[in-house]
Structure formats: C-alpha cells, structure tokens
C-alpha cells in the first residue's frame, strides 16, 4: 500500500511571492504517477500537474512547478507569482501504473492536503 | 470541463435510512471511482468500476456497495445510513491510456442525523 503524506496543514505567504508545498510518499512501486490537485472553497477538484515517475525531467504548467526526487520519495510544488486566486486546498496524490488495464485502475492515494492562504 | 454530473448535490438522512447517490458521465471513460472527503483525512477512496459490472473495493469500503449497470452511471448505495458516513462524497472519472488524470464531479454533501 502506498501511503503519501503533506506535512505543512496551513501556509500563508503574500500576493506575488514564491510559495513550496511539500510532500512525500512511500512506495514499493516503479512506475507510478503523482498529481497536485486544488481545491478552491468551490469544493472542486481542479488538476493542477502531472508527474511521471519514469520522467527525470520535472513537470511545470505555467507559475506550477514541482521538483520530483524519486530517489528521496520528494514530490513538492512550486508556485510563482502567487495570487489571491491560488488560496484553496493542495492535495499531493500517488497512482500505481497498471500495465496492462492502463492509467491508474485502482484509484488515487491522496494526502491529507496543504490549506494555501494568499494575502493581499 | 469533463462531463460529469452528481445527484443530488446535498442530502440529509437519518441513521438506518437507505441513500443512494448517482454518478453520471458524458465522456465514456472506462474507469469511474467514488471518494469520501473528511476534515484530516483528505480524500479516500470507496469503491471503483473499470467496466460495466466490473466494480472492487477501496480502502473504505465497509457499509457501502456499488453498481454500474450503463458506462455512463455508478451508483454508490448505503444500506443503513450511519453518522460516521456523514460526508462529502467525490465522483471522479480516468480515460483509456497511459497515467490517464482523474477528473473530478462537483461533490455531494451528505449528512446522516
């Protein structure tokens, strides 16, 4: 079973500052996936970024950014330039590869979520 | 935005009452999933299906049972609704292919008194 874990419950920090949410996870797996999902007081789940275990390089999508290190089971995100609309909920998730049925078949293993608070 | 729709959006019961809650897609994607949200727990998965009448346990699955009779719908139902159940409920959905994303539903809150 993989287990993932979010170690900062609260962060605040100022409008157009640089922010890190940490996260690691601890997995008997190779080929897996990790995700960073949002979650405004909307209550919706919002894809914020992918990663491929397989991938060295690491993902980034606009001001996201994570630094992936599979040997150390790190997978923290960046955001730059924060703004008001960045405070929400981030949720780190693990997915297990399923060769042969594809993609994650038996669902995400989430942690228990970083409450990002942007300042004005 | 993928296609999928919750009903309903909220609920209130009573402990013991039966509830059923519906997942619907548009997108006609194999794998359908249905989460719980508490407070410290951030999400836990339920139940999956990765076909029609194809369906598994998730690491919360003790009082709830699933079925997906139409690629289109999952149906979580709780057979005796308890307080501990009392939660906000995610469906999500994943496309064919490699590391496919889970696209989230808009949630159902559900209250058990």
């Known amino acids: 079973a993989q287990t993932v874990t979010q170690s900062q419950p609260e962060m605040s920090v100022q409008e157009a500052e640089t922010v890190t949410l940490s996260c690691t996870y601890d997995?008997?797996?190779?080929?897996?996936?990790l995700f960073w999902y949002k979650q405004p007081p909307s209550r919706q789940m919002i894809l914020v970024i992918r990663?491929?275990?397989?991938?060295?390089q690491n993902a980034t999508e606009n001001r996201f950014s994570v630094n992936f290190q599979k040997a150390a089971k790190s997978f923290s995100l960046k955001i730059s330039d924060s703004q008001l609309g960045d405070t929400a909920m981030y949720f780190c998730?693990?997915?297990?590869?399923?060769?042969?049925?594809?993609?994650?078949?038996?669902?995400?293993?989430f942690g228990k979520g970083t409450h990002l608070i942007i300042q004005p | 935005d993928a296609g999928i729709t919750q009903s309903p959006r909220h609920k209130v019961t009573e402990t013991g009452t039966p509830v059923t809650l519906r997942c619907h897609q548009t997108?006609?994607?194999?794998?359908m999933y249905w989460y719980r949200q508490d407070p410290g727990h951030g999400l836990r998965l339920i139940h999956y299906?990765?076909?029609?009448?194809?369906?598994d346990k998730g690491e919360v699955s003790d009082g709830y049972s699933v079925s997906r009779s139409k690629t289109e719908d999952f149906l979580l139902t709780l057979e005796s609704a308890t307080s501990s159940q009392t939660s906000v409920y995610f469906c999500?959905?994943?496309?064919?292919?490699?590391?496919?994303?889970?696209?989230f539903g808009p949630g159902t809150r559900l209250t058990v008194t």
């Open positions: 997995t008997s797996e190779n080929n897996y996936y």
């Open positions: 299906s990765y076909g029609v009448k194809d369906t």
């Open positions: 990663q491929e275990a397989y991938k060295q």
């Open positions: 999500a959905i994943s496309g064919p292919g490699l590391a496919s994303e889970q696209y």
């Open positions: 997108e006609n994607h194999r794998y």
């Open positions: 998730a693990f997915m297990k590869h399923e060769m042969y049925s594809g993609g994650g078949a038996d669902g995400l293993t």
